[in-house]
């Protein structure tokens, strides 16, 4: 059949490029958690960002901007909130007073804890939605993807 041919939804389909179907998807689950956590009163990245500080430590902030798989001015403002309502500190290095370390405060701890509940049931409901293995497949192939060096790949052609 040729192209001019197929139903505008098939089309539509077949020329959906992989950023725009990864950019949906990522907003649609993102939605879905976020209703999950609205009563933490944290959204999905500010419960990913106090959850990889627990998890890794006081980091400099390039560092967590590197391990959040963001630039560092996107960073910036989703941090901003965080140190406002006193869920971080970032404070100088002592070694290096031009370089600042972000650090989970007691308060941003508790507030991970109380936004537990929300994220555990978002994770429960999307894995019995989309299925356990296909999710843990999931995950797999979308870090894998987060591993590819799309940037050198951007100059070949």
């Given amino acids: 059949m040729p192209r001019d041919a197929q139903p505008k939804s098939d089309q539509a389909k077949s020329e959906i490029c992989n950023c725009l179907a990864l950019r949906q998807a990522t907003r649609h689950v993102t939605q879905f958690y976020d209703r999950f956590l609205a009563s933490s009163g944290l959204r999905t990245t500010q419960f990913s960002i106090l959850a990889r500080l627990r998890l890794a430590g006081p980091l400099p902030i390039n560092a967590l901007a590197k391990r959040m798989v963001m630039d560092r001015t996107t960073l910036g403002r989703n941090i901003l909130p965080l140190e406002r309502e006193g ?55 979308l870090q894998a993807v987060t591993a590819t060096e799309l940037g050198a790949a951007a100059g070949a052609g």
């Avoid at 308060?107 to 019995?128: D, P, S, V, Y």
């Fill in 87 to 141: 869920l971080i500190e970032i404070v100088p290095v002592p070694a290096d007073r031009r370089s600042k370390v972000v650090r989970l405060t007691e308060a941003g701890a508790a507030r991970l804890r109380e936004a537990r509940a929300g994220w555990t049931q978002a994770q429960k409901k999307f894995e019995a939605a989309f299925g356990g293995p296909r999710a843990a497949r999931l995950r797999d192939l």
